[in-house]
């Protein structure tokens, strides 16, 4: 395993860690110290994508600040999310699921080179003594040979200019998984959520695949974030932070531009499927939490099908919104998907029916297996 945390700097954070609650700390200790950490490399063959995933223990076991990001992502990489890891341990690169719903990144990167991000001034992101990074690389190797991938993830650890940082950052993480794009023809999706709580953001950024043509947020009338890029959307950092008050509508679309003669729907390939997703950064007063569509106003409002798979609640899925009802949608969905005589059992049994992220292959199962059992339940939300 190559992860690295560069000696020359981890005295120095040392230092600054010890004087965090000095009163009078020392400007030749209050400088910003860079980690960097080296994601093992690994060969992609031709023609192939998928998920790769390292996580990385705290290196320091004390609480840490990270004050700003930057990615490496090299040749044949789409993007790099950061996700926050309680009990984090160091483990070697694998094969893994999907974007986390529950968690939501803290960073991404989704530009070849280099993508960094800093927090405004009094924000960082705070790693607590047994909470390390989880860092997932998506690839594909549209070249004829095979590609060696090495990633590396740099985090900026010290004091902000008015001293301990007081806001901490969460992630922002909206997704809407009821994509349908008609062969040879256009679409937008959009999708509207709510918020039970006043937050202020942080930051905002974009996540669509290769036939993505526009992406936008609004707060009620006022535009958030827009892009046309789909392969290396920009991030948009608030300074000062942007307030949205509970119970005001955030509303984010992606149009695409489908050039094949296939419906394109959600999945996870590059060329063949769709994404639409906001990832975020916002603050709050209270606990740190993944802010999601599921975040809503009225927390016991029953979802309807693709909501509850998304959430990870079917215990909150409608009975009695048909026929036939979010319910019904979702249990012949899972009949076809999770139950032992079902098509996709066997590829979805560890993580779509773990209420995980579904894998590469899952997705691929239900697209050719439980097509109907798919329309019915991500057919809106």
């Known amino acids: 395993m190559k992860g690295l945390v560069l000696a020359a700097v981890a005295a120095a954070m040392l230092n600054a860690l010890s004087c965090a609650d000095d009163a009078s700390p020392d400007p030749a200790v209050a400088e910003p110290a860079i980690v960097e950490l080296e994601l093992d490399p690994f060969v992609a063959e031709p023609g192939t994508q998928g998920l790769v995933c390292q996580t990385f223990a705290n290196p320091f076991g004390a609480p840490i600040e990270v004050a700003a990001w930057k990615s490496h992502l090299d040749t044949g990489g789409h993007h790099m999310l950061v996700f926050p890891e309680e009990?984090?341990?160091?483990?070697?690169?694998?094969?893994?699921?999907g974007l986390d719903?529950?968690?939501?990144?803290?960073?991404?990167?989704?530009?070849?080179?280099t993508s960094a991000m800093r927090y405004p001034n009094g924000v960082t992101a705070m790693l607590e003594p047994g909470t390390g990074l989880t860092v997932q690389i998506?690839?594909?190797?549209?070249?004829?040979?095979?590609?060696?991938?090495?990633?590396?993830?740099?985090?900026e650890l010290g004091r902000t200019e008015s001293g301990v940082a007081t806001k901490h950052v969460s992630p922002v993480f909206l997704q809407n998984l009821a994509i349908r794009v008609p062969a040879r023809s256009t679409a937008t999706v959009s999708r509207t959520c709510t918020f039970s709580r006043d937050i202020s953001l942080v930051w905002l950024t974009s996540h669509m695949h290769v036939h993505g043509?526009?992406?936008e947020v609004r707060a009620g009338d006022r535009l958030l974030y827009e892009t046309a890029r789909w392969d290396d959307p920009p991030s948009s950092v608030f300074d000062p932070l942007t307030d949205v008050p509970a119970g005001e509508a955030v509303t984010f679309s992606c149009s695409y531009a489908n050039d094949t003669d296939?419906?394109?729907?959600?999945?996870?390939?590059?060329?063949?499927?769709?994404?639409?997703?906001?990832?975020?950064?916002?603050?709050?007063?209270?606990?740190?939490?993944?802010?999601?569509?599921?975040?809503?106003?009225?927390?016991?409002?029953?979802?309807?099908?693709?909501?509850?798979?998304?959430?990870?609640q079917p215990e909150r899925v409608c009975t009695d919104d048909g026929p036939p009802s979010s319910g019904d949608k979702l249990a012949a969905f899972r009949a076809c998907t999770c139950d032992a005589a079902g098509a996709c059992a066997g590829a979805c049994g560890d993580n779509a029916c773990a209420m995980m992220p579904p894998s590469a292959e899952c997705m691929a199962c239900i697209d050719a297996s439980c097509v109907a059992e798919r329309d019915a339940c991500f057919g809106g939300t």
Do not use: K, W
């Open 262 to 312: 296939s419906e394109i729907t959600f999945g996870g390939s590059l060329e063949d499927d769709e994404m639409c997703v906001t990832v975020g950064g916002h603050v709050s007063d209270g606990e740190p939490y993944t802010l999601s569509c599921e975040e809503d106003t009225d927390p016991t409002r029953c979802l309807a099908c693709s909501e509850a798979l998304i959430a990870g």
């Open 87 to 97: 009990g984090a341990v160091d483990t070697p690169l694998a094969p893994c699921a």
């Open 138 to 155: 998506h690839y594909l190797n549209a070249t004829s040979g095979p590609l060696t991938i090495a990633n590396a993830i740099e985090l």
């Open 213 to 215: 043509t526009r992406f």
């Open 101 to 113: 719903q529950a968690r939501g990144p803290i960073f991404q990167g989704q530009s070849i080179g």
